[in-house]
């Protein structure tokens, strides 16, 4: 008997497929050059980025957030913008402003519209938390809608769109927490840890000489959108779907399935986007490590990224000295 021929478009993401898992190793290669371990965060970050995701990045200063983020931009050959946030920045700030234009010849005036940093593929909002909740809003609307209304006219962003948004955990005085409605649109809270001893002693080695990497372009922003394309384009199985939303509902109190800890814990759980972004996450990693279809590991090692921000604890967490990432570790141990 003839074998049926395998469609030309299931051929094609498997080229596809194929092409995005070299261009990944690619990508940590050149990364490497310049930033020192931190692998489980680039990988995260990859993930945010195919899957068309927005990151938080938490960490005490000098662990080279700033870097591995222009880093990022740079091996794939995307515009970049940085936003320092402070108390008096304003919403035109980010967005943009418009300014009158008179015409030299005519000496007509117009309203011209300029654009803000947000206009770029990759922004950074630097210590997000440090700016009022108004100008945090009009950073968070572009994440949500892609596009940005000023004077009644909107504008589109350029493709791909990617935030990232840094925090410092140590210094609280004088900031404006995100709340938990804005802190759902970020796909991963990531936290980023102190060096080993082997690898600090190597950054210092590296940025205390007159060595400066210049890593290469991987891929360029068409490239990046054919590949967010294609996450999308993945299957998956029902009871890998079905593993992914019981683990989230059993971050909720008032579910029956949820164990007794939550119930202790947890005073909200985390909502439906989590789910989504979980199975997006599986995808986007199943595809990296050369696999055309996610399983429940994957989704578990979504988990912690992206659940962390999306629970909120009660009194008895605290007083007990349980975290948050402390609850979704043992979720994800004692589901089955």
Same mark, same amino acid.
């Given at each position: 008997?003839?074998?049926?021929?395998?469609?030309?478009?299931?051929?094609?993401?498997?080229?596809?497929?194929?092409?995005?898992?070299?261009?990944?190793?690619?990508?940590?290669?050149?990364?490497?050059?310049?930033?020192?371990?931190?692998?489980?965060?680039?990988?995260?970050?990859?993930?945010?980025?195919?899957?068309?995701?927005?990151?938080?990045?938490?960490?005490?200063?000098?662990?080279?957030?700033?870097?591995?983020?222009?880093?990022?931009?740079?091996?794939?050959?995307?515009?970049?913008?940085?936003?320092?946030?402070?108390?008096?920045?304003?919403?035109?700030?980010?967005?943009?402003?418009?300014?009158?234009?008179?015409?030299?010849?005519?000496?007509?005036?117009?309203?011209?519209?300029?654009?803000?940093?947000?206009?770029?593929?990759?922004?950074?909002?630097?210590?997000?938390?440090?700016?009022?909740?108004?100008?945090?809003?009009?950073?968070?609307?572009?994440?949500?809608?892609?596009?940005?209304?000023?004077?009644?006219?909107?504008?589109?962003?350029?493709?791909?769109?990617?935030?990232?948004?840094?925090?410092?955990?140590?210094?609280?005085?004088?900031?404006?927490?995100?709340?938990?409605?804005?802190?759902?649109?970020?796909?991963?809270?990531?936290?980023?840890?102190?060096?080993?001893?082997?690898?600090?002693?190597?950054?210092?080695?590296?940025?205390?000489?007159?060595?400066?990497?210049?890593?290469?372009?991987?891929?360029?922003?068409?490239?990046?959108?054919?590949?967010?394309?294609?996450?999308?384009?993945?299957?998956?199985?029902?009871?890998?779907?079905?593993?992914?939303?019981?683990?989230?509902?059993? $971050? +909720?109190?008032?579910?029956? =399935?949820?164990?007794?800890?939550?119930? %202790?814990?947890? !005073?909200?759980? &985390? @909502? /439906?986007?989590?789910?989504?972004?979980?199975?997006?996450?599986?995808? $986007? +990693?199943?595809?990296?490590? =050369?696999?055309?279809?996610?399983?429940? %590991?994957?989704? !578990?090692?979504? &988990? @912690? /990224?992206?659940?962390?921000?999306?629970?909120?604890?009660?009194?008895?967490?605290?007083?007990?000295?349980?975290?948050?990432?402390?609850?979704?570790?043992?979720?994800? !141990?004692?589901?089955?």
């Amino acid at each position: 008997m003839t074998p049926s021929p395998v469609p030309a478009s299931a051929s094609g993401d498997v080229a596809e497929a194929r092409r995005l898992t070299e261009a990944y190793d690619a990508l940590r290669a050149e990364i490497a050059k310049v930033i020192v371990g931190q692998e489980i965060v680039i990988e995260h970050l990859l993930i945010a980025l195919l899957s068309r995701g927005h990151c938080l990045l938490v960490g005490v200063p000098g662990l080279a957030k700033t870097l591995l983020i222009r880093t990022l931009a740079q091996v794939l050959d995307l515009k970049f913008s940085r936003i320092q946030f402070t108390p008096d920045l304003m919403p035109s700030d980010i967005t943009g402003t418009e300014i009158i234009e008179e015409h030299p010849g005519s000496g007509k005036k117009d309203f011209r519209f300029i654009r803000g940093p947000v206009f770029a593929n990759i922004v950074l909002a630097d210590e997000i938390n440090r700016t009022p909740p108004k100008t945090q809003a009009a950073l968070l609307e572009a994440m949500q809608e892609h596009r940005v209304t000023a004077a009644g006219t909107t504008y589109t962003l350029d493709e791909p769109f990617f935030v990232l948004a840094t925090q410092n955990p140590i210094e609280q005085e004088g900031t404006y927490p995100l709340p938990e409605a804005q802190l759902d649109r970020f796909m991963f809270n990531l936290w980023l840890e102190y060096p080993s001893a082997a690898e600090e002693v190597q950054i210092v080695k590296s940025t205390t000489s007159l060595h400066v990497p210049d890593p290469r372009h991987i891929l360029t922003g068409e490239q990046i959108a054919r590949f967010q394309d294609l996450v999308r384009r993945v299957p998956v199985a029902d009871n890998v779907l079905e593993y992914a939303v019981r683990l989230v509902g059993t $971050t +909720r109190p008032g579910s029956p =399935g949820s164990p007794q800890f939550v119930k %202790d814990w947890i !005073r909200w759980g &985390a @909502g /439906p986007r989590a789910s989504q972004y979980m199975i997006l996450g599986a995808k $986007t +990693r199943a595809l990296l490590t =050369g696999r055309h279809t996610p399983d429940i %590991d994957d989704v !578990r090692s979504m &988990a @912690g /990224p992206t659940l962390r921000h999306r629970i909120v604890t009660n009194f008895n967490a605290e007083a007990d000295g349980v975290s948050a990432i402390a609850i979704v570790d043992r979720l994800v !141990r004692e589901l089955v």
